[in-house]
């Protein structure tokens, strides 16, 4: 298995802003065989300069995340890494401190065989969801100490088009919480506020479209990732639409 996914960040869905990066490789974890996620998120946004850069263990048989690591540069200095004990089903937090070179334990909590994080996760939705409105999945999630319950549905199936790439089969999915308080709020992935807008490709759900507003620095700015480029296992790629498919889906509307 491999794959690697390029995509350009836009600020107020037109400025240029950065790229993003993710490939996914066969690799081994302490003993175990598994699939690494590696992903680079680069932006320089007016004054603040963002360069994050995330690694993920999950294992290739169960599809259990076992290691997370995030490490963030330029304007702001950040880090977590989440260690998965799937013998004793804990998990443990650690965090970055203030003098940007010491990490701590910050947490050590119950994370059952379906927990996983973002990585995980989201092989998990790809290797389940459907392709029709109303089919959903649901995954437990976990970025820090709060782990997410959370159903992936999709409400929408469209063509989408990306600027200079092409035409593609789309579905929107949103991303429903399933187990908040009253008082708690749920602000989406890798500290995104709630109104995320997720387009997959219909067949292989690669993200195609990300757009939601992100906290960088004092400002929260709209970004939107558009995917530009893919290299994956042959058969198994984005397929831009035709233009007799494209002409069917307009009649249709």
Known sequence: MGEKLTYKAYAVGFLPIGTVTQETFTSNFEGRTTYCFTGRCYGDYLVYLADVR????????????????????????????LLFDRASKKMTYTRLEKDKVTYKVRRVIDADHDVDDIFGGAFKVRARLGSNIGDYTEVKLVETDKIFHLRIEVVEKTILNIKDVGNFHAMKVVIKPLNLKKEEVFKGLLELDRDVTIYLEEKTKTPLLISSTVPFGFVRPRITVLLQNWEMVEGFEPRPVTEEELKEFSEKK
């Open 54 to 81: 995330l690694a993920a263990q999950v294992a290739r048989y169960s599809g259990e995340s076992l290691f997370h690591d995030l490490e963030q540069y330029g304007t702001e200095r950040r880090g977590r890494k």
